[in-house]
């Protein structure tokens, strides 16, 4: 049943996928969650099933927004554009309640897989219709609805991917979280690669799909080399994930 409401409610334009890796939707037009009442279903990593919802409804004459996940997914609302998702506060919550007028437009979301936390984002404002009836009583004169609109949203499927708000795309620079690693090296690497940090407990390879491919245990090492020689050429990103349970993500490139 999800299923179905979601694949008949979202409306959106998908733009295309970036290496499958970055699944990003800028709808066109905006997909539209009207009062009194309505849902809107999203499905971040487009598996088919619906990862989160917006609900309108009407309580005590005015009109209420809900935004909720499902099973396995937290939202956070975000001030901040910039920082990396996975470095904002942990108020993670199942749902929340919006009041209008709307006041939280940045939402971020992550969904707990079996090798760590993927994040992604979603972009949603507020509006209100207004119209005009001409009729005699009390219908008559001015009346306001407001609605929700989902503008945009993104999903990395890389676990612990830095993801910041508003990105939409792997970015092409070498750093995507380098604190508490100091260097990976040789990069681009044919034969290994080693990592060179503080306490390092575990490294884990992903392919720029997703695709757990390689892991090494540190046990509190401050260098840690792994073997790529036989992965095929292209681009990675190891996790290097410290003593302290803190996880930072660098870019590989295999020749």
Known sequence: ???????????????????????????????????????????????????????????????????????????????????????????????????????????????????????????????????????????????????LILDSQCYCTIPDYPLRWGQTEISTGVDENSEGIFAVYPNPAKQSVTLIGQQIAEARLYSVTGQLVATKQGNGTESLTMDVSGLPSGLYFVTAIGEDGSRSVLKVVKE
């Open 1 to 147: 049943m999800k299923k179905a409401l979601f694949f008949i409610m979202f409306l959106g334009v998908c733009s295309p996928i970036y290496a499958q890796s970055i699944f990003y939707q800028d709808f066109d037009p905006d997909s539209i969650v009207y009062y009194p009442i309505d849902h809107l279903y999203m499905d971040f990593n487009q598996d088919g099933d619906a990862d989160a919802y917006l609900y309108a409804y009407a309580t005590n004459g005015g009109w209420w927004f809900d935004c909720y996940s499902m099973s396995g997914w937290e939202l956070l609302w975000c001030e901040d554009t910039i920082t990396p998702i996975n470095e904002l506060d942990d108020d993670w919550r199942l749902g929340y309640n919006l009041l209008p007028p709307i006041q939280y437009e940045r939402f971020a979301i992550r969904h707990l897989t079996d090798n760590g936390y993927c994040y992604g984002w979603m972009k949603v404002s507020y509006g209100v219709e207004w119209w005009e009836d001409k009729g005699k009583g009390q219908e008559s004169g001015w009346h306001s609805k407001g609605y």
